[in-house]
Structures are given as structure tokens and as C-alpha cells.
């Protein structure tokens, strides 16, 4: 199995993850994104076929005072610099056989260097409200701030926990 940045062609993508939202930003939104600097879209491919996606953006977080003191050695300020994952969907036929979790763990391995480029100290999602036991297995929590935003609950990564 393999993790590529998306290409500069057009693919010819059958991938049906069950939700039409991401079937169509995967097929018609993925490339506007990746060409207007908004996000890198990422696929797993396996035996030449498309089984997973995700892509990701930069992202900043406001914590609410409860929330940040209970987060370890959080300097104080008024935004913190995240990642965030902007779609993460697996083909219905390779669900529940963790592809998520390793689409999950290629992020989380590039966002845990601190290099010259870029940092950030959380990685941050607007789940669907039918993934956050995903979420939460990889250890996300909810945002107070931001609660439930339209039909996505907003959650949160500390990559210093």
C-alpha cells in the first residue's frame, strides 16, 4: 500500500466511501483545492486502485481558558498553529480494516517534526458526528470553543499529550 500526494492528471477515481460529500470533493473538489493553495489531498492506493484519501490544511485553534489549563506546558496565546485534517474517507469496500487509522498515523508522523519550515502543536478535524469514536480512539477530544459547528463536531489533537 502506498501514500501519494495527489497528482498533476486528472485520475479516473471509483472510490464509494458511503458519503456523497466526500466521494465529490475527492472526485470535483480535490484538485480546486490543491490548485488554489487550500489543501494537499493525499491517496492509498492499493493493487492500482484508489482505497483511501485524505487531505490536510494549515489550521489555527482558539482555546478556551478551561480548556488550556489543562493542556501541558501551553504558552499562552490567542491562537495556536494546528493542521487540519479536511477529508478523510476510505472505500466502502476497505472499511473496518483500518485504513483510516493508517492514513491517520502518515499525517501525525510529518506533523510531530519540528523542522525549519512549519510546526504546529495540534492537529484538528470537523468530524461528521458518526466518526468521532474514530476521532477519539486516536486521541482527539471535542473543542469547548467551537462545540458543534452546522452537522460537524469540532475536535482537537494535543501533539505534546
Same mark, same amino acid.
Given at each position: 500500500?502506498?501514500?501519494?500526494?495527489?497528482?498533476?492528471?486528472?485520475?479516473?477515481?471509483?472510490?464509494?466511501?458511503?458519503?456523497?460529500?466526500?466521494?465529490?470533493?475527492?472526485?470535483?473538489?480535490?484538485?480546486?483545492?490543491?490548485?488554489?493553495?487550500?489543501?494537499?489531498?493525499?491517496?492509498?492506493?492499493?493493487?492500482?486502485?484508489?482505497? $483511501?484519501?485524505?487531505?490536510?490544511?494549515?489550521?489555527?485553534? #482558539?482555546?478556551? @481558558?478551561?480548556?488550556?489549563? %489543562? &493542556?501541558?506546558?501551553?504558552?499562552?496565546?490567542?491562537?495556536?498553529? $494546528?493542521?487540519?485534517?479536511?477529508?478523510?474517507?476510505?472505500? #466502502?469496500?476497505? @472499511?473496518?480494516?483500518?485504513? %483510516? &487509522?493508517?492514513?491517520?498515523?502518515?499525517?501525525?508522523?510529518?506533523?510531530?517534526?519540528?523542522?525549519?519550515?512549519?510546526?504546529?502543536?495540534?492537529?484538528?478535524?470537523?468530524?461528521?458526528?458518526?466518526?468521532?469514536?474514530?476521532?477519539?480512539?486516536?486521541?482527539?477530544?471535542?473543542?469547548?470553543?467551537?462545540?458543534?459547528?452546522?452537522?460537524?463536531?469540532?475536535?482537537?489533537?494535543?501533539?505534546?499529550?
Amino acid at each position: 500500500m502506498q501514500c501519494k500526494r495527489f497528482p498533476h492528471y486528472t485520475l479516473y477515481i471509483i472510490l464509494t466511501c458511503g458519503d456523497e460529500d466526500l466521494n465529490e470533493f475527492l472526485k470535483i473538489d480535490s484538485l480546486n483545492y490543491r490548485n488554489q493553495l487550500i489543501a494537499k489531498t493525499f491517496l492509498v492506493i492499493y493493487k492500482e486502485q484508489v482505497v $483511501a484519501f485524505f487531505s490536510v490544511m494549515n489550521d489555527a485553534i #482558539k482555546l478556551k @481558558q478551561e480548556e488550556s489549563s %489543562g &493542556t501541558q506546558n501551553l504558552i499562552r496565546l490567542h491562537e495556536y498553529p $494546528a493542521l487540519k485534517v479536511g477529508r478523510l474517507g476510505v472505500d #466502502k469496500h476497505y @472499511q473496518r480494516r483500518g485504513l %483510516g &487509522t493508517i492514513c491517520f498515523n502518515f499525517i501525525l508522523g510529518p506533523a510531530r517534526k519540528i523542522n525549519d519550515a512549519s510546526t504546529c502543536r495540534f492537529i484538528t478535524v470537523d468530524s461528521h458526528p458518526e466518526s468521532t469514536a474514530f476521532y477519539e480512539r486516536q486521541g482527539f477530544v471535542r473543542n469547548q470553543r467551537y462545540g458543534k459547528k452546522q452537522n460537524f463536531v469540532s475536535m482537537r489533537l494535543d501533539l505534546l499529550n
